[in-house]
């Protein structure tokens, strides 16, 4: 009898997740991008900026304001082009993570490139702006460029998975609801 029982609920969770599903596949509709990239070439270090558009979908939102810490991955590399082989010169990753303290009603933004311990904010909108901003990352020394020598800066940033309670990777392994990932922004440039 309680065999039933847990067969009815799990029924019921199912039909609930297919009812749910479509209002979080539109949440998705709007991919995610790296846009308005800047290089600044002139100084001992070449510098970028750029910012992640697109990247909070509602499911998201009400997932951190629930307390789940959420860490985006934004990758970085210079590569110098050659006939034969492309050379990777740099390869960054940046982690930043929002983390909600609801007894403080505040959020907390890890930014490596920052230098700062966690930035702390009331106001999501600023948190999410920080999430999603890079400025004046350096990325490579001027030296180690070549004058007059193309190269390819690439910027891509990506959700880091969240790891779920083992009954949910089973139940739900295929929803999409923490999968975001933008394609590379390659930039050419000439030094």
Known sequence: ????????????????LLIACPSVCLAQSDKAKVSALELDKSGKVLKISFSISNCFNSAMEEAVRDGVPTTFRI??????????????MVDLTLLHTIKYNRLNDEFQV?????????????????AKKWMATVKNLPVIPTCWLNKDQTYYLNVKAE?????????????????SLWDFETGWRTVEFLY
């Open 75 to 88: 990758l970085v590399s210079v590569e110098k082009p050659s006939l034969v082989l492309t050379t990777t």
């Open 159 to 175: 959700l880091s998975k969240v790891e779920l309670p083992l009954i949910f990777r089973y139940i739900i392994f295929w929803a």
């Open 110 to 126: 890890t930014l490596p490139e920052s230098g700062q311990e966690a930035r702390v904010t009331k106001s999501f909108e600023e």
């Open 1 to 16: 009898m309680k065999f039933l029982n847990n067969k009815k609920i799990l029924l019921i969770f199912f039909l609930l």
